[in-house]
């Protein structure tokens, strides 16, 4: 749902015409840092205090931005919120492989 937001409002907006809006939506990875991304992927609301973005940019559509590379493989973790390409899926919930070691291990 989230990770076809961007490009879903991506493609509205070039076929629009509105290219203010592309080149503000395509610069995301230069004015944001990397720390501040992945903050947004942690679902971190308060990163909106720290960023100037315009107006129009609602939080899903942000959210949206920073965890489209993170579905190139990758999952976050619902236990320790860390991204993981190796874990299982239990209960329709992903568990990264150290979470599930450290559950064995207990």
Known sequence: ???ELYDE???ELQRKGD???????????KSVMPSLKK????????VLNELFL???I???LLYSWAIRDLDAGEKRCALCGNA??????FRLKFICEACLIEIKSR
């Not at 809006?21 to 990875?29: H, I, M, Q, Y």
């Open 39 to 46: 903050r947004i992927q942690e679902n971190d609301k308060t």
């Open 58 to 60: 609602s939080w899903n």
């Open 54 to 56: 315009p107006k129009w």
């Open 9 to 11: 409002e991506l493609s």
């Open 19 to 29: 290219l203010e809006k592309v080149k503000a939506l395509k610069g995301l990875d």
């Open 1 to 3: 749902m989230f990770s």
């Open 84 to 89: 993981s390409r190796s874990g299982n899926d």
